[in-house]
DNA sequence: TCATGCTCACCTATTACTTCA
DNA sequence: GCTGAAGTAATAGGTGAGCAT
């Protein structure tokens, strides 16, 4: 018997969301999403620097780079290789619109619906949660010439060793600080995410279980979210399928033991009736060559003894019975 | 070429919070 | 309204890999 056992099961996948997410919302509205891939040139000189240190490693699923470009200022970039994921009206295709920003309100990311749930939806988690881009990663990309950091930064606010994730932004969809956020905050605040939230991280990882940094920030950015929250939410969400998997294959090995239990049983019986038939009946060893037969289906075992002989009343009903293939084994 | 330190992404365990029956 | 269980966002600590020196 054969024991398959697969733990994980964490195969790369090549990225398809950010393309899907295209196709998938540019037909039905104004907006669509650009996305340029891989090949670019050192775009203000800052990513490049930034991919250069540390960030290029930790490529497991990396087989794309993804720049995201905003207005007319893709000129460094390979037309070619450009597929569109950022926001951006149809009409006006060289301007963008990007729903972080005060002035597009009235545009939907990819990936929210305009249903129930969806433009208000999305709008109530901008005001919930928006606004926020945590030192580290805003850092990474907030140069002044960066065009990736076009939009206004939040940077948190350490009290009391804590960090206050509602730190200031004046962005129009950022969380006012309300009396609210002026209360203690060095109790964590937990946010739970809006169900379009969820679903489209949800798709996302079923196309990719891992992030590289462009695609953290561009989800970050489709959703509202901080970076931290969508890796966080990636980690979380591996952790939950392998929890999962780990269910699965714990009672798939379950159910051999059980089956091999039964197996051994079963084959302890046999040879005790062997030993049986061996012990009562030994003149049968006095006898030429008997033929042992193996069922291969049952594998229970008969004998077939030579004309003369009458086969033992304990093993008729075996391979007699059957229409089987018989493995004969020869025994003296 | 090897050792060391730094940085980053990830994993795992755990905590803290929310939701729901 | 209270409570406990379940779900999950967030945190902390550890590890390994890539890179620079």
Same mark, same amino acid.
């Given at each position: 018997m054969e024991l398959a056992l697969s733990l994980g099961g964490d195969i790369p996948k090549p990225i398809l969301f950010l393309e899907k997410s295209s196709s998938s919302n540019s037909s039905t509205k104004d907006v669509g999403f650009c996305m340029v891939l891989g090949k670019y040139s050192s775009i203000e000189g800052h990513e490049d620097n930034e991919l250069s240190a540390g960030r290029r490693k930790r490529s497991r699923n990396h087989h794309q780079e993804i720049i995201i470009s905003k207005g007319s200022s893709s000129s460094s970039i390979d037309p070619s290789l450009q597929l569109d994921l950022l926001p951006f009206s149809r009409n006006t295709s060289s301007?963008?619109?990007?729903?972080?920003?005060?002035?597009?309100?009235?545009?939907?990311?990819?990936?929210?619906?305009?249903?129930?749930g969806g433009k208000a939806a999305l709008l109530d988690m901008n005001r919930r949660q928006l606004g926020? *881009?945590?030192? &580290?990663?805003? !850092?990474?990309? #907030? /140069?002044?010439?960066?065009?990736?950091?076009s939009f206004q930064m939040k940077f948190p606010i350490?009290?009391?060793?804590?960090?206050?994730?509602?730190?200031?932004?004046?962005?129009?969809?950022?969380?006012?600080?309300?009396?609210?956020?002026?209360?203690?905050?060095?109790?964590?605040?937990?946010?739970?995410l809006t169900k379009e939230q969820s679903a489209f991280l949800e798709e996302s990882f079923k196309e990719h279980n891992t992030l590289n940094p462009k695609q953290k920030l561009a989800l970050a950015k489709q959703l509202n979210l901080r970076p931290?929250?969508?890796?966080?939410?990636?980690q979380?969400?591996?952790?939950?399928?392998?929890?999962?998997q780990t269910e699965v294959d714990c009672e798939y090995l379950k159910k051999c033991c059980e089956t091999l239990t039964e197996e051994n049983k079963r084959?302890?019986? *046999?040879?005790? &009736?062997?030993? !049986?038939?061996? #012990? /009562?009946?030994?003149?049968?060893?006095?006898?030429?060559?008997?033929?042992?037969?193996?069922?291969?289906?049952?594998?229970?075992?008969?004998?077939?003894?030579?004309?003369?002989?009458?086969?033992?009343?304990?093993?008729?009903?075996?391979?007699a019975n059957h229409n089987h293939k018989l493995i004969s084994l020869m025994t003296k």
């Open positions: 301007q963008l619109h990007f729903p972080w920003l005060s002035q597009n309100l009235g545009t939907e990311p990819a990936g929210i619906t305009n249903g129930p926020a *881009e945590e030192a &580290e990663e805003g !850092a990474a990309l #907030s /140069s002044p010439n960066s065009e990736i950091s350490y009290r009391n060793g804590k960090r206050d994730e509602w730190g200031n932004n004046q962005n129009c969809f950022s969380r006012a600080i309300s009396d609210e956020d002026n209360n203690d905050s060095s109790a964590r605040k937990k946010l739970r931290r929250q969508v890796e966080v939410w990636f979380n969400r591996r952790a939950r399928t392998k929890l999962k084959l302890h019986k *046999e040879l005790q &009736e062997l030993r !049986a038939l061996k #012990s /009562s009946q030994p003149f049968y060893m006095q006898l030429p060559a008997t033929t042992l037969t193996m069922c291969p289906s049952c594998e229970r075992v008969a004998t077939t003894a030579p004309a003369a002989n009458t086969p033992p009343a304990a093993t008729t009903n075996t391979a």
